[in-house]
């Protein structure tokens, strides 16, 4: 018998146009983008002339923070550009090409207006106060005043200058990942339980751990996994890199720790973020009773990571073409209002969304888009994966969160913070779950989705704290001087992992270079924004979804506040405080209830 024909992805050519997105609201064509980058990058030049000058009255500091802020909207339109032609296949040596001159650009645009922050640091505090008054400066009074909020964390026009000259090299290591583990590691392919043979990819590696099968999912883990340990030294110090480079950053500009200054630029007191960990640490006895549920609804001996994403009632799992998630996201979203829903409709069937894989395309999923453009999304949509319909709802909040907040502030408020933007997109996913649950006609059913919700909460609190917490410890050991080896890596994973799956769940050793995966943590100190946003989103869902008077009229003010107000700010504005214990704690209750209903129902 002839061995199964290997279901490969296919080329970027290949891709039927209406399954990708079109970029024309940000620019024509690659050979449109090549003089506009040029044009741009001639304008560097005009910097020059501000220099010395911003001290000497409140209209010239106006004039310059109206040319910086100019520059930078074109310079995102044409960043934007070339980062979403790269994803499109990151082997494509065009469209690196682009990525590089862009950032080339970028850094000496960096340095040519590095002097801009000391010299307004240099004003006397109450001279710019008193020019704040003025209405000239009316427009940027709250950018100014966080600009001043970071004196003590500004170096001199020197040093700032030499800074701004490692941006070209300063992400070296997080690209040497995305081009390692999206472009150059190749995983052979997998016999699905149905004997199919699909390649094995980032792509696919979720949807072969739902087979139903478990040598299929034990397969897949451990062929997935070989590579990832035949380049674990090239990972690790690629990751050991990034951490080292945010402890420079974070000693070089006074910050006490890395954590601290990531959490400073939106003004999070680090007890939000260790409340996080605290909360999450009491509850994993939950998370703990769901994972020997699990283990005994698949009838298994001992549970693996392997086992926890095949459903647990996989007879109801649904099967969803693009046009099918679309309409059942539009369905669950109309408690947010008839504009919200034509609009994103028309985004969502038209060009906005790059949908399915390709050979070479970037894994994951994201939402980017600009002040002046279409809020694109790129997926890697797969019809037998009911995840992928959440995640389609997910990016579409935040896209939805960036056409409002552009259209409803000035562009230098426009561009919320990532905080406030995991809230837009995992409400959207408690709407669609709320819409499910409705619809549920049997205790399977309702089983189904319940499970669902579990793994929902589970993946976004209790995970990403998990992730959180590492990136806690690994910079610590960072800054305490313990060099990131590999072997700390692992030791310091290992330690997470069994508190966090408990005692009788069984830990391969290969799981210890799951965080040599993750690619977040080459934006450190991002993730648990995932957590704390969940938790404002069932709370801020629960409000629109039962239509408290006001509480849609608070939400949509949410979307278009932009970064108009602190995060914290605008979630208390919208019905939620994050800086009170109830938020995490109501989320972690609501799945502990949840996990004792399963169980009854399974």
């Known amino acids: 018998m002839n061995e199964a024909a290997v279901k490969s992805l296919p080329a970027r050519k290949d891709v039927p146009v209406g399954d990708t997105w079109n970029l024309a609201s940000l620019c024509a064509s690659d050979a449109e983008w090549e003089p506009a980058l ?73 340095e040519a207006a590095s002097f801009i922050r000391p010299e307004i640091m240099a004003i006397p505090h109450a001279t710019l106060a008193a020019w704040m008054e003025l209405p000239v400066l009316a427009p940027y009074r709250l950018l100014l005043e966080r600009v001043v909020r970071t004196r003590s964390h500004t170096l001199s026009e020197s040093e700032e200058r030499l800074l701004a000259m490692q941006g070209t090299f300063a992400g070296t290591a997080g690209k040497v990942f995305r081009q390692l583990t999206d472009a150059d590691l190749k995983f052979g392919s997998v016999t699905t339980g149905t004997g199919e043979r699909i390649e094995l990819s980032n792509a696919t590696f979720t949807t072969l751990l739902h087979d139903p099968v478990p040598d299929v999912r034990r397969a897949a883990f451990h062929q997935y996994y070989a590579q990832y340990e035949a380049h674990a030294n090239t990972l690790s110090a690629t990751l050991s890199g990034s951490n080292e480079r945010d402890v420079y950053s974070a000693r070089v500009r006074k910050y006490p720790s890395a954590v601290e200054a990531a959490l400073f630029a939106d003004n999070v007191p680090l007890a939000v973020y260790d409340r996080l960990i605290a909360a999450v640490r009491a509850s994993l006895p939950a998370v703990h009773r769901y994972y020997e549920l699990r283990r005994r609804v698949l009838g298994l001996d001992e549970i693996h990571h392997y086992d ?36 994103l409709e028309q985004g969502l069937r038209g060009r906005w969304c790059d949908r399915y894989p390709n050979a070479g395309k970037r894994s994951g999923a994201f939402s980017s888009g600009t002040y002046d453009s279409d809020p694109y999304i790129l997926m890697n949509f797969q019809e037998d994966v009911i995840e992928h319909v959440f995640t389609l709802t997910h990016e579409a909040g935040h896209s939805m969160h960036t056409r409002y907040s552009a259209e409803a502030q000035p562009y230098h408020y426009s561009g919320y913070t990532i905080f406030v933007a995991e809230v837009a997109s995992t409400f959207n996913e408690q709407l669609l779950t709320r819409l499910l649950i409705e619809r549920a006609r049997s205790a ?22 998990m992730f959180a917490e590492f990136e806690r410890r690994s910079h610590a050991s960072a800054e305490a001087g313990e060099p990131l080896t590999l072997e700390r890596i692992r030791g310091l994973y290992r330690e997470l992992l ?84 109830e938020p995490v704690a109501i989320a972690l209750g609501h799945f502990a209830e949840l996990v004792d209903e399963l169980a009854t129902l399974l």
């Not at 100019?70 to 310079?75: Q, S």
């Not at 550009?81 to 950032?103: H, I, P, T």
């Not at 095949?310 to 669950?332: C, K, N, Y």
């Open 38 to 110: 040029r044009a741009w990058e001639e304008r560097i030049p005009e910097f020059a002339s501000f220099a010395g000058t911003l001290g000497t009255s409140a209209e010239r500091l106006a004039e310059c923070l109206a040319h910086d802020l100019a520059f930078d909207r074109e310079g995102d339109r044409l960043g934007t550009y070339a980062q979403l032609r790269a994803s499109e296949d990151l082997a494509s040596a065009d469209a690196q090409r682009m990525v590089g001159r862009f950032q080339h650009v970028a850094t000496r645009a960096g």
């Open 308 to 343: 926890c994403y095949v459903p647990l009632v996989p007879e109801l799992e649904q099967r969803h073409t693009w046009d099918e998630a679309v309409a059942v996201i539009l369905e669950s979203l109309a408690p947010l209002g008839g504009d919200y829903g034509r609009r």
């Open 444 to 465: 399977k059913e309702r089983a189904a989705i319940i499970s669902r919700e579990i793994d929902s909460i589970r993946a976004t609190i209790v995970r990403q704290t």
């Open 498 to 581: 069994d508190a966090y799956f408990g005692p009788e769940f069984t830990i391969d050793p290969q799981l210890e270079l799951e965080c040599l995966r993750i690619p977040h943590f080459y934006n450190a100190f991002y993730v648990y924004k995932y957590a704390t946003g969940l938790a404002a989103a069932i709370t801020l869902a629960k409000q629109v979804g039962d239509r408290e008077p006001g509480a849609l009229d608070r939400y949509l003010g949410f979307l278009k506040g932009g970064s108009s107000k602190w995060p914290l700010d605008l979630l208390r504005d919208a019905g939620v405080d994050l800086e009170r214990p």
